[in-house]
């Protein structure tokens, strides 16, 4: 049986909304994977994808905001991002 297990933390500052997520995947080796392996992977590939979309629709709907621009960083966590903007507006 094979496992995808997906975390998802956000945050806003003003008029920036971030979003960290970590997919978790548990999957058998390449040799021994059976169908559950190859969807739980599709899926995962799919979900990366797709996150920014869905983020970007849940944003607009719930907070009534239209999102201007969506960007995937990798490697970097919402505490990061986070103080990478409060610099930023301190430095404006």
Do not use: W, Y
């Not at 496992?3 to 998802?8: F, G, M, N, S, V």
């Not at 919402?78 to 430095?91: I, T």
């Amino acid at each position: 049986m094979a496992k995808l297990i997906i975390e998802i933390n956000d945050a806003a500052i003003d008029d920036v909304c971030g979003i960290e997520c970590s997919l978790k995947i548990e999957a058998a080796p390449e040799s021994d994977r059976k169908l559950s392996d190859a969807a739980v992977l599709v899926l995962a590939k799919t979900i990366k994808t797709l996150l920014p979309e869905i983020t970007k629709a849940l944003v607009e709907q719930t907070a009534g905001r239209q999102v201007v621009k969506t960007e995937v960083v990798q490697n970097q966590s919402l505490s990061q991002f986070m103080d990478e903007h409060r610099a930023s507006r301190k430095a404006h």
